[in-house]
């Protein structure tokens, strides 16, 4: 058996996966590449040759039995062909049934959202952990938001209650799969999620109440002037599945709240704006065939590597807690951040989330390196879910990561 199996191995991200596992592995895990052409498969084990241990090569087709077979010889799948609401959906049962550890890079939240309602009782039943969006929508969100609450926990013994946070990606390119998921979403499911975000998207509730609905543009005093984000809807919407899974850290009444930061007001109001414009100009079906019919869609292609200079993320949270028995609340403020191609970032967490997998199924599995029924969690997760051991391997990778004890006025 596998400790992992990369599938999409030869994609733009999925290469970057390769290399990773290539040069972080060490010689007691197996892992292997695969894919759907031989050919493509050979020359990236020929590129990895410098590091080992070097990949097995599974060569398979994209059809139901084909990867229920790949998925019954590894411990965790790393799934890195999109668009996943294209292509995902069989991988994922294929998982699913075979009882084993799946990520992605998936940013189409409402297809998680399908996935979870089709697939997550068959999860929970077979011991599946299924994680998807573990790139750079939602990881950083949702571990931020998971130390926060750890915090307030462990220093003040109380639940959190709300968490205020602002996202800045700076990204100087993108890749043809992170476009035609994006083409793919607005085709399949619209625009409306990214307009008017359901932070219960991933949870039993079908649709945000009055309250949880954000306002687009905000002055907060500590954080600054704030704007609509593309990428809040999907940590939204990960960070409250977080919350109703770990009733011990979140208060029932918790909310989250994510936006992109602005240098005026006047910017977050133009920003907020454009970006409603340009959802609903791909909203038009006539435009999003004329997208989807004449930019690149090659699944290998993606922004030279130069491009990835002067990339970085940069994630800030401020965290309040609910009341303790005195009526005190406390807050906490931190901070992920990281500089550096953005495509490797994402490439780094979903490899260095597999292998913290792997690292529990030895620990805690059974001889066929599945999950005993005595683990905490299964079925469909989110990347908090990994816990204080993933971070610490983000950490020691190079994402920088900071909680402190916050102050009344932070708020």
């Avoid at 292509?87 to 550890?101: K, M, N, P, Q, W």
């Avoid at 922004?303 to 807050?331: C, L, M, N, W």
Wanted: glycine fraction near 8%; charge should be neutral; charged fraction near 20%.
């Amino acid at each position: 058996m596998y400790d992992i199996v990369l599938l999409g191995a030869t994609g733009y991200t999925g290469a970057q996966v390769a290399k990773y596992l290539a040069t972080h592995l060490s010689e007691t895990h197996s892992w292997a590449i695969a894919g759907r052409t031989s050919s493509k498969l050979r020359r990236l084990v020929s590129s990895l040759q410098p590091w080992h241990p070097t990949p097995a090569i599974e060569v398979v087709d994209l059809d139901a039995d084909s990867l229920l077979a790949l998925a019954r010889t590894t411990r965790v799948l790393i799934n890195a062909i999109g668009p996943y609401s294209r292509y995902g959906e069989l991988v994922i049962a294929a998982c699913t049934a075979a009882g084993v550890g799946y990520v992605d890079f998936s940013t189409e939240t409402p297809w998680i959202a399908d996935m979870i309602a089709k697939y997550g009782k068959v999860a929970d039943d077979t011991g599946a952990v299924i994680i998807p969006a573990i790139g750079n929508i939602s990881s950083p969100s949702d571990l931020l938001a998971y130390a926060l609450a750890s915090y307030l926990s462990k220093e003040h013994g109380v639940p959190t209650e709300k968490i205020v946070s602002s996202q800045e990606l700076v990204i100087n390119g993108m890749s043809s799969g992170s476009l035609s998921s994006l083409l793919a979403v607005a085709s399949k499911y619209g625009v409306e999620n990214y307009l008017r975000p359901n932070p219960h998207l991933l949870t039993a509730e079908s649709s945000p109440t009055e309250a949880s609905v954000q306002p687009v543009v905000v002055h907060h005093p500590t954080l600054g002037h704030l704007t609509r984000s593309v990428s809040a809807p999907g940590n939204i919407a990960a960070v409250h599945r977080s919350a109703l899974r770990a009733p011990e850290l979140f208060s029932p009444t918790f909310t989250f709240q994510e936006w992109m930061p602005a240098k005026s007001r006047f910017q977050a109001i133009l920003v907020s704006c454009l970006t409603v414009f340009a959802f609903r100009l791909i909203s038009f079906r006539p435009v999003l065939y004329l997208l989807q019919r004449f930019l690149p869609q090659q699944p290998s292609s993606g922004p030279p590597k130069e491009a990835g200079e002067g990339e970085s993320i940069d994630v800030k949270g401020i965290a309040t807690s609910a009341q303790d028995p005195d009526g005190a609340r406390y807050q906490a403020v931190g901070r992920y951040s990281y500089r550096g191609s953005m495509y490797f970032h994402s490439a780094m967490l979903a490899a260095e989330a597999a292998m913290a997998l792997v690292d529990e199924m030895r620990s805690d599995g059974d001889a066929d390196g599945k999950l005993k029924p005595t683990t905490r969690a299964r079925g469909f997760l989110t990347p908090s879910y990994l816990g204080r051991p993933f971070i610490n391997r983000v950490c020691a990778a190079g994402v920088q990561f900071e909680i402190e004890e916050g102050t009344r006025d932070s708020i």
